[in-house]
């Protein structure tokens, strides 16, 4: 082989190599949205599903019943006291219900938080439908501020029917609050 070949060989090798390499780089930096967009459309791992209250107003209730369990936490850095108001409550299937947490502010200076959520068992989280929460935007408390904060959902009647969460008697539905990224330390 000639050199001249074997120098084009090795530049041909290299080029597939760095585009190999650039598009795990690419993947690495979509893989998150990916499958936060995944777990949206699917429920999966527990990833409650978002809807409109014209979206909820064709859902009727059914007459099973569930229980509904409310848990609410804090990361570490965030000095608040976050609690739902009541532990649980028992819906019917298809039934919008309101909730209540009560977040206060127990530092000195304006704290924004932002609030991540779980349902358990995960296999429920593509049935259970949240309408209005405050999960979905930055929450500033100012200092000790105390606020009730509202979450509107209902469990698709779909829940019944499914081989996987058929069975389930209680849901829970968790929050986590978070410090925002912009928000003073």
């Known amino acids: 082989m000639s050199i001249a070949a074997l120098g084009n060989?090795?530049?041909?090798?290299g080029?597939?190599?760095f585009g190999v390499a650039a598009a795990m780089l690419g993947l690495g930096f979509a893989s998150?949205?990916?499958?936060r967009l995944f777990c949206q459309v699917t429920g999966f791992d527990g990833?409650?599903?978002?809807?409109?209250?014209?979206?909820?107003?064709?859902?009727?209730?059914?007459?099973?019943t569930i229980s509904i369990r409310f848990d609410g936490n804090v990361a570490p850095d965030v000095p608040w006291t976050f609690r739902p108001?009541?532990?649980?409550?028992?819906?019917?299937?298809?039934?919008?219900?309101?909730?209540?947490?009560v977040a206060k502010n127990n530092s000195d200076k304006p704290i924004t938080g932002?609030?991540?959520?779980?349902?358990?068992p995960e296999q429920t989280g593509q049935y259970f439908n949240k309408i209005q929460c405050f999960c979905f935007t930055e929450q500033t408390l100012q200092p000790g501020e105390e606020v009730r904060m509202p979450v509107l959902f209902y469990v698709d009647p779909k829940l019944a029917q499914d081989e996987d969460a058929k069975d389930v008697q209680q849901i829970t539905l968790?929050?986590?609050f978070h410090k925002a990224e912009d928000s003073p330390s």
């Not at 998150?32 to 499958?35: D, E, G």
């Not at 932002?114 to 358990?120: D, H, R, S, W």
């Open 9 to 13: 060989r090795n530049r041909r090798v």
């Open 15 to 17: 080029l597939i190599f």
């Open 32 to 35: 998150a949205p990916l499958y």
């Open 47 to 64: 990833t409650t599903q978002k809807v409109t209250a014209e979206q909820a107003n064709k859902v009727n209730a059914v007459g099973r």
């Open 85 to 101: 108001e009541r532990s649980t409550d028992t819906i019917q299937l298809g039934q919008r219900d309101l909730a209540f947490f």
């Open 114 to 120: 932002t609030a991540t959520f779980n349902v358990e």
């Open 174 to 176: 968790s929050y986590t």
